[in-house]
């Protein structure tokens, strides 16, 4: 491969592009080069949550994915609540209802009010997390 080893972003883009070409196998042995070399690359975290969820449906895997870039946002990017905000909100639709994807993905929404609690954004996603986990009148209060 023409690619420095160093230069882990060439990696995330050539990705996107084996993604693009529906060629899922080689999109996730790229991915994984990446979280051999940085187990905490945030967007290759990512990436390979989507392609968990929506190319093989495989939740539990998927929810300890999760809960690593959980943790990697915690130590890469602790003060972005946006980020946190938009993780949950995409992982929490492609959930199928699982417990396990959505225990997380209410903490990422939980952090994003921590972070921002003015934001109604923030307030209305961990409202609708609630909504998904069957807590309605939880989720009736924050809507108030």
Known sequence: MCIRDSFLPAY???TKQLMRSED??????????????????????IINILCTLVKEAKYPQAAESLRTLRDALNIREPR???????CAQCFSRLSG???EILQVTSELA????????NVSEH???VAF?????GDFKGAHTLYK
């Open 12 to 14: 995330i883009v050539k």
């Open 24 to 45: 899922w196998d080689q999109a996730v042995s790229v991915l994984q080069r990446v979280t051999a070399k940085d187990p905490n690359h945030v967007e290759a975290l």
């Open 80 to 86: 972005n609540a946006q980020l946190y905000h938009t």
């Open 97 to 99: 209802g699982s417990t």
């Open 110 to 117: 939980d952090q994003a009010l921590k972070l921002q609690p």
């Open 123 to 125: 307030i209305s996603e």
């Open 129 to 133: 997390q609630l909504t998904l986990k």
